[in-house]
């Protein structure tokens, strides 16, 4: 697989040319060496010791723009994995590759452990554990939206969801979590929560392969019984619904895996459908605003259009305007790590600059880690897609917007 | 000039006697004709025999070999990857030949372990799994291009004068003796004469040519043998299907790429062979025997060498794989009443050492004195690879980062330097810094001459960008004139096209596509001033 891979590149050399790491930092040869040719080279004799693979922030924008097809972002994974096969891998990539657990622990301390987070003293300590000083970490929430729900009444519905919350969601913002729910439900649908583990990318990304196959499976097993049974597969977050989709099949590389990733939508994609189709319920409340749209390169890389736009378009009173500034530069824990930092925030100059010039309301994105960057960049307030939704609908109610109100309790 | 020994033929044969007879502290000028590996030694398989394959027919070549292969994994490390080989044996092939086979190794000396086949199944997954007996043998990959470097290299440092593009063109005799040698250059086309108390006759495959300079006939029969470069390496381990030796039934590792092989035609003349399509694709269909879906695999070159088997019989005898690849070193008083001339004939690159030797002793009897060989205990060395020295001053925070991207921070006395060591090649990770250490052993090379030294452009884009990144390079710092640049780039993509033209299918087609429409109609190659010189 990874054989035939290494072949199809033609060197055109394309690729670099859409990388936004490379665009800002010239130590980065760019793509087309870490991928392809980092491939074939860590197979030879003289395996080059080097650390261009720390530079990659696995946002797949290569990808995209390579002519001949080549998996370029899977390939510059394996060779990360491959280089940290010899050689330990950093300790703040061990941390990111679990950042479930990492939520676990913190959630359970939380509002402590993001006090802690942010304290004077605690600084040298994350500087050590290789993660940047420079930026606010994510706060955790005392009550994960699992718990949360766990909690709540079942609301049986003729159609049946079955919702990968993905960690961000659970962790830090369940707020979108509870949003997606009562979207979901608003438009007839069963929403389930199965046991689940963190999709597996931020692992991958950090060269733990084997790691992320471990999640792979776990979430195998829970979900692909449901979509036996008839359900489909959502999840507000488009990195995690990219994993499903792309990821999975090829680190498990059988039949179940690919069938799974048939029935996997990225939230903004399924209600689209639904609209497609004549079924997205479409009693919106007005909602004035302008909102300035960042597309996220994990949504960009499924190759499906932007469909929260079209999704949001149906909004009455909602002005959105795309940003078209690429890439923000964090790309999940990519900006979080020591030495990245700058990089990070020179790749989201162009985003920052553009939201600076449309001076927005808000900014809306459906990728938990863009938001944050893109706060950070320019203090600008940055919403998910399903808070609009649901804030639309319950506007149609004013008393109490049911159903919608209900399910943010 | 004057000297004690000539060498003719700057090949692993003759670059190896001057590493000899540098050691034995003997004065030795070696002449090529073209840059070091013109001739066989770098189109051959790279592979550094254990001697299995011949086990069977040929059992003085198999102990010849074995012996080397041991000798060589010691002295000559650098340019060896000890990959490590398997004899696999298919359900299909004959089921008597693994007995035969394994009992002619044990006479000859050669250690062979019978293994699961499963471990080289998960070893080399794209094996057939129809094989039913795996056996593992010492086999190596030898890096022919780093060999004679490494070999060209130490004889300097022990005084041998060395000459590259300097052609024998004639013999000079003198009373029943050959005396010397006129020679040509082959960029300025001066000739000179190079006196000599013996002349040792090394030029492979042109032995023939060589000998009748001086009106002896050595019958040579010129075999052609064929290979298939692919992109990447479809195995760590030098792959041999056991059986009768035949075509295309060893792949090789090499560096980045994998190379199957070979042939064996007959040919008339040593210069310039070609694989012929008809042989390329018997290749691929008899390598898709051992490797199914050899198809799949992209192969982004092809080329041929020329065996210069040594043939006593002059065609009476036997042909091609029939005849022994063993050595023979002639001394043409002896043989032929014509003091002064020796010739060496036969062999593999594997036993060059061995043949280096055995010529040596011969040289040091007929100049009377008494020096032995110290090649077996004496370790080759390659000149260290200097960073090139561009400096640009670095504000702020400078740190070390990527030796990839060559980029190499540097601090010197408060202030931090970046070292602008950029990569040229990516298919082969050559920087700048690799090419100008290069250009500092050959100083009037070209670019492919650079390219031997380096490895530039042997990639999956076969040059499609190094070719005029180096180019403008060079010509940037000054070394080169544009008119120069231009007429080397030109040379460098003519060369590179030679070889992937034959395997023009798949994605090397698309990629051929790519590199005329960067050099035909984006740069107009063919008009590119080049000072008058014509390409
Ligand atoms: C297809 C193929 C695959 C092979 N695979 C293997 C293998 O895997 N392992 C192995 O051990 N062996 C292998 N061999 C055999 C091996 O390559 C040769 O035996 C060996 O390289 C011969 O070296 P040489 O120095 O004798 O000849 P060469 O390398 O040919 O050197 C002779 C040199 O003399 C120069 N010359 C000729 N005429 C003149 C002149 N008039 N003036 C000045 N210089 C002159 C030529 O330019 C040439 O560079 C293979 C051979 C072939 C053809
Ligand atoms: S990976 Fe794709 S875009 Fe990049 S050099 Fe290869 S073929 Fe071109
Ligand atoms: S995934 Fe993004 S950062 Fe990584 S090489 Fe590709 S374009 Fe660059």
Known sequence: MVGNALDQCLKCTICNTACPVAGVDPSFPGPKYAGPELGRLIRGPEPPADNVLDYCSNCRSCELACPSGVPITSLIRANKAAAYRHKRMPLANRLFARVDQLGRVAAVAAPLSNAVARAWWAQPVLARLGISTGRPLPAYHRQTFRAWFSRRPVRPAPKRIAYFVGCYANYNDPDVAKATVAVLEHNGYQVLVPEQRCCGLPALANGDEDQARKNAVFNLGQFLPLVEQGYEIVTACPSCALTLKRDYPELLDNPEAAELSRHVWELGEFLRRLAEEGELQSDFGKVPGRLAYHLPCHTRSQGMGEPWTDVLGQVPGLKVEALDAGCCGLSGTYGFKAGHYETSMAVGQRVFEAVNSVRPDAVVTECGTCAMQINHGTGVKVVHPAILLREAYSRRWPRGGEDAIRASE | ?535
């Open chain 2, 1 to 535: 000039m004057e000297t004690e020994v000539l060498i003719i033929g700057g090949g692993a044969t003759g670059l190896g006697l001057a590493w000899d007879l540098a050691l034995r502290g003997i004065n030795t000028v070696l002449i090529e004709q073209g840059d070091f590996g013109h001739g066989t030694s770098t189109r051959f398989h790279g592979l550094l025999h254990s001697g299995g394959r011949y086990a069977v027919k040929d059992p003085v070549s198999a102990q010849e070999c074995i012996q080397e292969n041991m000798t060589l994994k010691r002295v000559a490390a650098p340019c060896i990857e000890d990959t490590g080989g398997w004899f696999v044996h298919l359900s299909t092939d004959d089921p008597d030949y693994p007995g035969r086979w394994v009992t002619a190794c044990r006479k000859t000396g050669i250690p062979v372990q019978e293994r699961p086949v499963q471990e080289v199944l998960d070893l080399v997954p794209a094996l057939n799994p129809a094989i039913d007996q795996a056996f593992f043998v010492p086999d190596a990959a030898i890096n022919g291009f780093r060999l004679l470097h490494a070999l060209a290299y130490s004889a300097r440092q022990r005084g041998a004068r060395l000459m590259t593009y300097t052609r024998a063109v004639s013999l000079v005799q003198k009373g029943g003796r050959v005396v010397g040698a006129v020679t040509e250059d082959q960029r300025s086309g001066q000739r000179q004469e190079i006196r000599a108390s013996l002349i040792v006759n090394t030029p492979g495959p042109w032995a023939a040519e060589v000998a009748a300079m001086a009106g002896i006939r050595v019958g040579m029969r010129l075999d052609k043998g064929s290979l298939l470069i692919f992109n990447h390496r479809l195995s760590g381990q030098v792959i041999n299907r056991l059986r009768s030796p035949g075509d295309a039934d060893i792949l090789v590792p090499a560096g980045t790429v994998s190379i199957l092989g070979t042939t064996s035609v007959p040919v008339e003349s040593p210069d310039n062979p070609t694989p012929s399509a008809g042989e390329l694709l018997h290749m691929l269909a008899l390598g898709e025997e051992l490797f199914p879906h050899l198809h799949d695999y992209r192969v982004i070159r092809a080329f041929a060498g020329v065996r210069p088997l040594y043939d006593p019989a002059e065609g009476q005898g036997s042909a091609g794989r029939e005849v022994s690849r063993t050595f023979s070193l002639l001394d043409h008083a002896v043989r032929d009443g014509l003091e002064g001339l020796v010739s060496v004939v036969g062999g593999k690159l594997t036993t060059f050492r061995l043949m280096a030797e055995k010529t040596g002793d011969l040289v040091v009897q007929k100049l009377g004195v008494g020096a032995s060989s110290k090649t077996a205990i004496t370790p080759l060395s390659l000149p260290e690879r200097r960073p090139v020295s561009v400096f640009m001053p670095v504000r702020g925070r400078g740190d070390i980062k990527s030796q990839a991207s060559g980029m190499r921070d540097v601090k010197e006395s408060n202030q931090t330097y970046r070292l602008l060591d950029n990569v040229i090649c990516e298919c082969e990770a050559v920087t700048l810094g690799d090419l100008h250490a290069a250009l500092a052993e050959a100083p009037d090379g070209d670019l492919n001459d650079l390219r031997r030294r380096t490895r530039l452009g042997m990639g999956t884009c076969q040059g499609s960008f190094c070719s005029f990144r180096s180019a403008a390079a060079l010509c940037q710092s000054g070394k080169f004139s544009v008119e120069r640049a231009n007429v080397m780039l030109q040379q460098l993509v003519q060369e590179r096209w030679k070889g992937v033209r034959p395997v023009l299918w798949g994605e090397q087609l698309r990629e051929a596509e790519f590199m005329q429409a960067i050099y035909k109609r984006l740069l107009n190659l063919a008009r590119l001033d080049a000072g008058g010189e014509r390409v």
